[in-house]
């Protein structure tokens, strides 16, 4: 079984895919970069979230991309990438990156409230914070 096949049924079953654009770019995630060695959770999480866009995902794919070209075995590399892409952003870019540092580094991530942020942005945190739920559930039964 692929991992994709553990996260995509847990993912439609709750609704977090925005649309057929979000879900083809976040299987195309998994199934490229599921059996390397530097696949975890946190990055499948990750994939979830920069898959919402296309800014995102191409994003995301060159990291991957470099990732699996240097044969990592961690996503240490990936995590300093996303301070430094973190340090150049503004608004809601800023906090999607610090999200995905969040979920490479295990812990746990919520908004104050008193962000400058659209709405637009609090959305997409809000559902990937569901879909770590889910992905993390997914992958406790796929193990």
Known sequence: MSKSEWYL????EMGLFE???????FKELVDCYGEY??????LCKCMYLA???EEHFAVILQI???L???KERDTEEMRIQGS?????????DYYIYQLSNAFLDGKTFALEGNEDITEEYIYIIR????????IDQADSRGR
């Open 37 to 42: 060695p530097f696949f975890t959770n946190g």
């Open 68 to 70: 699996a070209i240097g």
């Open 19 to 25: 649309d057929s654009g979000h879900r083809t770019r």
């Open 64 to 66: 991957l991309s470099d």
């Open 51 to 53: 898959a919402w866009d």
């Open 84 to 92: 430094l892409l973190a340090d150049q952003q503004e608004g809601g």
């Open 127 to 134: 559902q990937a914070l569901k879909a770590e739920k889910v």
């Open 9 to 12: 049924p847990a993912l439609d």
